[in-house]
């Protein structure tokens, strides 16, 4: 069953900016600000990475070196929606990037959710 729906990947060129989306299922009654919701993403031939992750009451957020101050993750409770704001992308941010949700943080980025996104791709070149 499908819980988390994430969008809004695509080609950019390198500095541009993308702001990807996770939005929990009405239909599964899926609500996100019952969870912890971080993002993870995967290139080609490498591991998964755990670039952020936010408290389910959104008073916390942790980034990946890699990432820290371009990412912002942030929440919409009214939309039962997740976002992740991606500013001065690098052609080595290529990857999908997953949305995912759990019971916490585990005190920074992580790889290990409960629930997974089906992913989305994100092209940084020119």
């Known amino acids: 069953q499908t819980l988390l729906v994430d969008s809004g990947g695509g080609l950019v060129q390198p500095g541009g900016s993308l702001r990807l989306s996770c939005t929990g299922s009405?239909?599964?009654?899926?609500?996100?600000?019952?969870?912890?919701i971080g993002w993870v993403r995967q290139a080609p031939g490498k591991e998964r990475e755990g670039i952020s992750c936010m408290t389910d009451r959104g008073d916390s957020t942790t980034y990946a070196d890699s990432v820290k101050g371009r990412f912002t993750i942030s929440r919409d409770n009214a939309k039962n929606t997740v976002y992740l704001q991606m500013n001065n992308l690098k052609p080595e941010d290529t990857a999908v990037y997953y949305c995912?949700?759990?019971?916490?943080?585990?005190?920074?980025?992580?790889?290990?959710?409960?629930?997974w996104g089906q992913g989305t791709q994100v092209t940084v070149s020119s």
């Open positions: 009405t239909d599964s009654g899926f609500t996100l600000e019952l969870y912890a």
């Open positions: 995912a949700a759990d019971w916490g943080c585990d005190y920074g980025v992580k790889t290990d959710y409960k629930y």
